[in-house]
């Protein structure tokens, strides 16, 4: 099965994410505000065009299942975490002007640049197995964090976002539909998702990281 392969390979990634002071303050209420501020405007630029990327990958896979699923997680997108992240926007103040003016850092930039190479140089399939860590690991986390929550209000609602049985359902599904991808696909497209879905847990990892360290270009 390709996802419990891909998850052993990514386990390093992901336990180092489970881990991170940026999750581990989150949950005790302790994230400094500049930070938890820094990634939503950095994850906003991410956002986008994760939708971008359903929308690409729908309109070039072949696959009726694929281009109804990459429609579903657009949607779902749209109507759920991105509706929350503009309640938070508009709580914390975040403007148009201070999103305009705060630069793209370069772990932002970088993992939005691997999805869309996963899709160039890779196939549809690739790019599908590149998009499943995010929603899949934030669904671990937020099952995780949920059990004894954050005393921080705000912290404790992006906590809930990710910690519901219609994401865990949302999850069980697009991994079923990945092994069956995978389970059809060439050995060098099986190699290519593997190597997508890893590099993304990489960069899944290495988001935290950017926020806790306000990351910028040198």
């Given amino acids: 099965m390709f996802t419990a392969l891909a998850r052993e390979k990514a386990n390093p ?20 505000p500049e930070i938890f501020r820094y990634y939503l405007i950095q994850d906003r630029y991410y956002l986008e065009h994760f939708g971008k990327l359903y929308q690409l990958i729908g309109e070039q896979s072949e696959r009726p299942e694929v281009k109804k699923l990459m429609a579903t997680n657009a949607e779902h997108l749209a109507l759920g975490e991105l509706a929350i992240r503009e309640t938070f926007f508009a709580e914390l103040g975040i403007t148009d002007e201070e999103i305009n003016t705060t630069a793209i850092a370069p772990t932002a930039y970088h993992y939005v640049s691997h999805m869309y190479r996963q899709l160039v140089e890779g196939t549809p399939n690739v790019a599908v197995a590149g998009m499943l860590p995010c929603a899949w690991l934030y669904q671990e986390i937020g ?25 865990k359902a949302a999850i069980q599904g697009e991994r079923k539909l990945l092994d069956q991808l995978y389970a059809e696909s060439t050995p060098k497209e099986q190699e290519q998702m593997l190597a997508a879905f890893v590099i993304s847990s990489q960069m899944e990892y290495a988001f935290w990281e950017m926020a806790q360290t306000l990351e910028t270009w040198d």
């Fill in 143 to 167: 099952t995780r964090l949920i059990e004894q929550g954050s005393p921080h209000v705000l912290y404790q609602r992006w906590i809930e976002t990710y910690a519901g049985e219609e994401s």
């Fill in 13 to 32: 990634y992901w336990e180092g994410s489970f881990q991170h002071p940026f999750i581990q303050q989150l949950q005790a209420g302790t994230l400094a």
